[in-house]
């Protein structure tokens, strides 16, 4: 098992374009949970989904969205960028039975020039 | 609000030294904590949470609520302890199944030899 992976590794864009960042979750969970890591900070909660819907968010504006697939895979959008969405997003996978004990991915370092 | 705060951005031991890492948490309701750590060029993982009550490479956390803390400890600091830590913080029994971690921002500690 590879544990949880994510696409791509890094990504450069500029102002105003939109990104898709992808999470396919440690074998065995079915809830995903997205992460904001701004430099010298702690991860910062996006949103959590569970049976292919949004079941918590964190407070991030609605540029942010996000999908789960019937396979408990995920994907992150963020429309409109802005300077400061430069950052590592960190997708964590869970068990429902377990959700607090959460598995991280490497992370997908977004650049916004 | 759920709030981490680490107040030690930076902490500075040598080898052998005991090692102390502070953690207070703001919540108003039954917290479960935790600690992860992130070793250079590896991805965030779980060192260990309070309700295992478990060691983990010679770490301990106590859960002391009477001071909203969860200081993690090691009596014998070793040069693979240098790394990022994180203390984390998710609410219990709110909506079930659908909690989300608040992050400290974190404390870097590098060891001495």
């Known amino acids: 098992d590879a544990g949880v992976t994510q696409s791509p590794t890094h990504l450069i864009k500029t102002r105003g374009q939109q990104v898709t960042l992808r999470c396919s979750p440690k074998?065995?969970?079915?809830?995903v949970s997205w992460y904001q890591q701004a430099l010298g900070q702690g991860p910062q909660f996006i949103f959590q989904y569970y049976e292919e819907e949004e079941r918590q968010r964190g407070n991030f504006p609605d540029r942010f969205s996000g999908h789960q697939f019937p396979n408990y895979s995920s994907e992150l959008n963020v429309n409109a960028l802005l300077l400061g969405d430069s950052a590592l997003y960190l997708c964590?996978?869970?068990?429902?039975?377990?959700?607090?004990?959460?598995?991280f991915g490497p992370g997908t370092r977004l650049t916004v020039l | 609000a759920q709030r981490v705060t680490q107040p030690e951005k930076l902490l500075s031991v040598f080898k052998g030294a005991p090692v102390e890492l502070k953690c207070n948490y703001s919540y108003s309701g039954s917290p479960e904590l935790f600690w992860y750590v992130q070793y250079s060029r590896q991805r965030l993982q779980l060192l260990l949470r309070?309700?295992s009550r478990e060691s983990i490479k010679g770490f301990t956390a106590d859960l002391n609520k009477g001071e909203t803390s969860f200081h993690l400890k090691k009596p014998f600091a070793q040069e693979e302890d240098s790394a990022m830590y994180y203390c984390?913080?998710?609410?219990?029994?709110?909506?079930?199944?659908?909690?989300?971690?608040?992050f400290g921002q974190g404390t870097r500690l590098t060891i001495n030899p």
């Open positions: 964590a996978s869970s068990s429902g039975l377990d959700v607090n004990e959460q598995f």
């Open positions: 074998s065995g969970h079915d809830t």
């Open positions: 984390a913080l998710s609410g219990l029994g709110i909506i079930q199944g659908a909690q989300k971690l608040v």
């Open positions: 309070h309700i």
